[in-house]
Structures are given as structure tokens and as C-alpha cells.
């Protein structure tokens, strides 16, 4: 992806990184690296090693060779506000300044290791397809993430079209807004523009991040909100509402009416990490309702005078709810079992390596001793 000169660089613009967040605490953030002569910018894409990155003195490409640690929650990604060098072939970023926000999911592989998708985010855009049987479960998973970030989350109901029937299409906001306290719902339809105002009312301060499995229509969204067709779109499967991946890198674009949008690749696996927090936040009622509990510690499996189950019991608490809570609740458990299993065998492997260069570096001293 190119991206042209920066939008909204006009007299009337303090900084010309405003359009793409900068504010008073990036600036003093910044200052010490300023200081160094290091130029500010923030990552509008990730590719291989090396990042698009847009400045004051224009878009430039950069290696991000000096900032590779070993964990991958430390690399630079999309939405991170770098001190770069001012000149050079090849630049080099040095650094990102702490994040205020991070989205991250756990990997697909059995190494239980996170994965950031976005830094800096203040909203978190959820994409759900309405040419599919809703799926509460996967919803409330992406809430979960969401709110875990640091995010405000937003779900965004698209292909609001093919639901011409205002009642039904009604219920199933009901359905949504009901798994997901707290978070507002928007029916859209990017082709027709039902309710595009107001999702761009949402996403016009700040940077947003947008989410979602490939079909979702994530890509139809960003140009709706761009007013151009930046991203490419394909068509998705009658059968099951999929689509291919069309967006392939995350990328980050300023929106004409204002805020910042992140687009990303469907998401097929949204594994947790380390996401109390966050499941705690989705289902807000499930916590209401457990200080109610006779015993402070009930697990609300069988407990007497369990306020929870006594919910299920009356249709206050719908059962779905509470079979969603205990899934999210034993998978995130896991996640963090297996987090703290491998920081502690790598924090043995470290004292094991510092104990054989302390046992090599005085088997050297008493041989030098012993010489001499």
C-alpha cells in the first residue's frame, strides 16, 4: 500500500501528525528523543521487518532491525509512535514510545505466546456479518480482547441490507446488545449508508481498530468510512458467508472526517490472553449477581444459595450466558497457566546460563591463580 501526502496539513493544523493522533503526550513523550536529533512518526504498516512510516517530513520506509526482542508482544507493530532516524539508507526505528493501549490475542501455536495486532487504539471496532446466523459466543470473545486492550469496543452489525425487515433486524440488535453490556451496537450497511453517520460519529476521535472474521465486510467498511475504494474487497461464499483474506497486512489510514482507522486481516482464531479482566468486563451481570452468592468464593456450579444459578433458574441470566462465562473463564485460566509455566522455565534456563558463565569465569580465576 502507497499513501500520499498528509491529509489536513493546513495552516489550520498546529502539527502536521494531528491527523494521525499526535498530541501533547506523544510531544512529551517524544522530547527526549528529539532531543537525540531522532525524527517522530507512527507505523502506518508492518512488512518483514521493515514498517511504512508516516512523519512531518513525509512517509518513509524503515527497518525495524534495533527493535527485535525475543518476545513478541515487544515488536513493533501498527499504531506505534516511533522515534526514527533522520536520514540514512537504510533508517532505522530505535524505539516506540510506551502504548497506551494494545490489542492482543494469543497465537495459533502451542507455544502459548501473544500476538499484538494494534498499539494505541481507542476503539475497538467489532465487524459482525448479518448474512450469517449470529454468533454470540465468538462476539462476546472479541469483547473480551477488546476491553482487555484498554479499548472502548463497538459493534458494528454489517450488511444491515439483507435484513429488510425492520423488526427482526431490531431483535437481533437485542440479541447483541444483550451479550455485550456497555458497548454500543450499530447496524450498518456500507452499500445503502444506513448508519455510517454514526459510526463515524464514533471513530472520528481517536484511532479505531477494526475486527472481524474475513466476509465480515470489514474492507466494504473502510472505504464507506474513507469515501474511496482503498481497500480491496472480494466476494464472499453464498454457502457460509466467508471470504478470502483481502486484507493482508494491518494497515493504518486517516479518515477525511477525522480519526484514525486501523484495518486488518480476518481473524480466524481469536485465542485469549490473559484477558480477565476483559471477560470480566463482558459479562458485567455475571459479577452483579455473584456478590449476591452465599459463599464469597462460590464457583457457581452447584453451590447452595447461589445467586447466579438462581438467575438462570428465573430467565433473569440467560444459560447461554453462563455456559459463555465458565468457557471463556477455563480458557483464559489456561492461558495463563501455560504464560507462567514458560516464564519460568525461561527464567530457569537464565540462571542456569548465569551459573555456567560464573562457574566458567572461576574455573578461569583459579587457573590463572594457579599459574602463577
Known amino acids: 500500500m502507497s499513501f500520499s501526502s498528509l491529509p489536513g496539513s493546513s495552516s489550520s493544523t498546529s502539527h502536521p501528525l494531528e491527523p494521525y493522533g499526535w498530541d501533547a503526550g506523544w510531544e512529551a513523550e517524544f522530547a527526549p528523543y528529539e532531543a537525540e536529533g531522532l525524527l517522530a512518526g507512527r507505523v502506518v504498516r508492518v512488512d518483514r521487518g521493515q514498517c511504512d512510516v508516516v512523519t512531518a517530513d513525509g512517509p518513509l520506509r524503515a527497518d525495524t532491525a534495533f527493535v527485535t526482542p525475543h518476545d513478541p508482544l515487544r515488536v513493533v507493530c501498527t499504531g506505534d509512535w516511533v522515534a526514527v532516524d533522520p536520514g540514512g539508507n537504510p533508517r532505522y526505528v530505535r524505539t516506540y514510545l510506551p502504548r497506551r493501549t494494545a490489542f492482543v490475542r494469543s ?110 465486510g470489514k474492507s466494504t467498511l473502510a472505504n464507506a468510512l474513507l469515501g474511496e475504494d482503498v481497500m480491496d474487497v472480494q466476494a464472499t461464499r453464498d454457502v457460509d458467508g466467508k471470504g478470502r483474506h483481502t486484507t493482508t497486512t494491518r494497515n493504518l489510514l486517516a479518515l477525511p472526517g477525522g480519526g484514525v482507522l486501523i484495518d486488518t486481516p480476518g481473524l480466524r482464531g481469536v485465542g485469549l490472553w490473559d484477558a480477565e479482566t ?48 465458565r468457557k471463556l473463564q477455563r480458557e483464559n485460566q489456561r492461558i495463563v497457566a501455560k504464560t507462567d509455566a514458560r516464564l519460568r522455565a525461561e527464567i530457569r534456563r537464565d540462571w542456569k546460563r548465569k551459573g555456567a558463565m560464573g562457574k566458567a569465569a572461576m574455573e578461569a580465576k583459579r587457573g590463572a591463580h594457579w599459574r602463577s
Open 278 to 325: 476483559g471477560v470480566g468486563q463482558v459479562f458485567s451481570e455475571i459479577a452483579e449477581l455473584a456478590e449476591r452468592c452465599r459463599f464469597h468464593d462460590c464457583a457457581h456450579e452447584a453451590e447452595p444459595g447461589c445467586a447466579v444459578l438462581a438467575a438462570v433458574d428465573t430467565g433473569e441470566l440467560p444459560e447461554r450466558r453462563l455456559q459463555s462465562y
Open 107 to 216: 497465537t495459533s501455536s502451542q507455544r502459548s505466546e501473544g500476538q499484538i495486532l494494534a498499539a494505541n487504539v481507542d476503539h475497538a471496532v467489532i465487524a459482525v456479518s448479518l448474512a450469517v446466523e449470529l454468533d454470540l459466543g465468538r462476539i462476546e470473545r472479541f469483547l473480551a480482547l477488546a476491553w482487555e486492550s484498554g479499548a472502548q469496543p463497538v459493534v458494528v452489525l454489517t450488511k444491515a441490507d439483507l435484513v429488510p425487515d425492520p423488526v427482526t433486524l431490531s431483535y437481533l440488535v437485542q440479541d447483541v446488545e444483550t451479550s455485550a453490556p456497555g458497548v454500543a451496537v450499530v447496524p450498518v450497511s456500507s452499500l445503502g449508508g444506513e448508519g455510517l453517520d454514526t459510526l463515524a460519529a464514533i471513530v472520528g476521535g481517536g484511532t479505531s481498530v477494526l475486527l472481524g472474521q474475513s466476509g465480515a
